[in-house]
């Protein structure tokens, strides 16, 4: 299963959310990769620490696609073991940027799906983290991707650009990738005292609009596991916020198996 965290507005906590379930995968037993497409590097960050040694990231993937190579490096070459069991990631890198448009104008947009085709027999679970951008590398995520996830953080705003995003993954899936669906799209940071996320989020579901039934709640463990550079199934496993974690998890999962068994 392939999983894009996306949504072109920053600070929805993508990154923290592609992370945590990617962990909790992994915890699982899964043989578990992440993928960070996002130049700030954010997942890259949380899962190997401030000051990566990276030499082989998913920018030198890409720069190999680039130019002709007698002995070009193989797709386990491009891959980081992070501290935890099962968890595997292709670390972002500042030259993410560099290369976009060079990758962009000589029509790439296939090769990362190529790249996750030959790494399919290696992993159970990917997941995607992508720019707050509609770019090169999020329409990548999304050629590769079987499901999309939407985080969204309960206000005015978001609700505008969910819009567009819906918009957006309709267009791909016309033109790249008809078989990917949007999985749910995932409240998070959510104030569960306060009137307006309420409000929002049952107008969303009245729409009929595929918001998941766990909220994530706005928490400080959060950033306290950002600093500790550890997944709230390892920093804080029985916090109230890692007890969403896992049961948006469960759900995800359940569905899938949902799904496989209605298609028999």
């Known amino acids: 299963m392939r999983r894009v965290v996306f949504n072109q507005k920053g600070g929805v906590g993508k990154s923290s959310i592609t992370c945590n379930l990617a962990a909790i995968a992994a915890n699982s037993g899964k043989r578990t ?4 497409l996002d130049p700030q590097g954010n997942s890259t960050q949380y899962l190997l620490g401030e000051n990566p040694d990276t030499t082989n990231t998913i920018a030198d993937y890409f720069c190999q696609t680039l130019s002709f190579n007698l002995s070009p490096k193989k797709p386990a070459e491009f891959i980081t073991e992070t501290p935890f069991a099962n968890l595997s990631i292709m670390a972002s890198a500042p030259q993410l940027e560099e290369i976009e448009q ?17 790494l399919e027999p290696h992993f159970d679970e990917v997941f995607i983290d992508t720019a707050p951008a509609m770019n090169f590398y999020t ?21 505008h ?14 033109d790249h990738n008809e078989d990917l669906l949007i999985e749910g799209i995932i409240a998070n940071q959510f104030q569960p005292r306060a009137n307006l996320p309420t409000q929002i989020i ?36 029985s916090h109230p916020l890692t007890l ?9 999962n359940n569905k899938k198996r949902t799904k496989k068994t209605t298609a028999r």
Not at 102 to 118: A, G, Q, V
Not at 210 to 235: C, D, T
């Open 33 to 36: 990769l992440l993928l960070d």
């Open 102 to 118: 060079k990758l962009e104008s000589r029509h790439k947009i296939y090769k990362l799906r190529d790249l996750l085709n030959k």
């Open 139 to 159: 329409t990548s995520a999304l050629v590769s991707a079987d499901r999309v996830l939407i985080p969204f953080d309960c206000d005015a705003f978001s609700r």
């Open 161 to 174: 650009a969910l819009y567009n995003i819906l918009h957006v993954i309709g267009e791909i899936r016309d």
């Open 202 to 237: 049952n107008e969303l579901i009245a729409e009929k609009h595929p918001v998941l039934p766990i909220y994530l709640n706005q928490s400080v463990k959060m950033r306290e596991s950002h600093q500790a550079g550890k997944p709230l199934i390892h920093f804080a496993p």
């Open 244 to 252: 969403q974690f896992l049961a948006l998890h469960d759900h995800l």
